[in-house]
């Protein structure tokens, strides 16, 4: 049987890249992106650490997402007595 040996796919690279260099409260550097990854709660919380946008907290992909516009839910009757 032959052995082969594969490569592992660019995303997993990055991924593994990334939890390398996980940014914590201690870490964060100014223009580092704020959003929260995980509970933190729970052993491994980080923030996503990539470049922030200018004048923005969060990065690019952050940005977009934090000022998506909610979506309409319907109105529920409440008894508000």
Not at 37 to 61: L, R, T, W
Request: with cysteine; charged share 25%.
């Amino acid at each position: 049987m032959e052995s082969t040996t594969e490569m592992p796919h660019d995303a997993t690279v990055l991924k593994d890249k990334k939890a390398a260099v996980r940014k914590t409260v201690a870490t964060l550097g100014t223009n580092d992106c704020r959003w929260p990854i995980g509970d933190p709660q729970i052993a491994g919380f980080h923030f996503c650490g990539e470049h922030a946008s200018d004048g923005h907290p969060y990065c690019k992909k952050h940005t977009a997402q934090a000022s998506t516009p909610a979506r309409p839910r319907p109105i529920q009757n409440r008894n508000w007595e």
